[in-house]
């Protein structure tokens, strides 16, 4: 049986099962994004650093982007961790409005429903 007891102000649209699929699929998600970081800026041994200066400038940039977008995701995982921790998790930081339950299931890390994610990104 399916207990649908909701948590919180922000998160009253997610059950107590949601919240915690969603926990752990983003602490799977730090977990690979600090792993990723450890790979891409990890000490340079010597015959690394020979592979390094044997690569292309465009493969180093390349390098360069994945670890900055791996912080960036990494930060956002550890947001919403924060935000579930506090309460405020699920609630959109735009309209206060609660994140719909699929959009949070494809990305849990996710600040802003489908509409004011729509309006942020055309505004860039």
Partial sequence: MVNHQTIGDGTAHLSAEDLA???E???E???F???QLRQLTGPVTSRAEDRLRQRASAQIEVHVKL???ARMVLADVEAALTRMN???YGACHLCRRPI????????PQARYCAR???VREAIR
């Fill in 21 to 23: 699929a969603l926990r």
């Fill in 25 to 27: 699929n983003l602490h």
């Fill in 29 to 31: 998600q730090r977990l």
């Fill in 33 to 35: 994004r600090q792993e």
């Fill in 67 to 69: 670890a900055a977008t």
């Fill in 86 to 88: 506090d309460g405020s």
């Fill in 100 to 107: 719909d339950r699929e959009r949070l299931t494809i990305v």
């Fill in 116 to 118: 004011c994610q729509q």
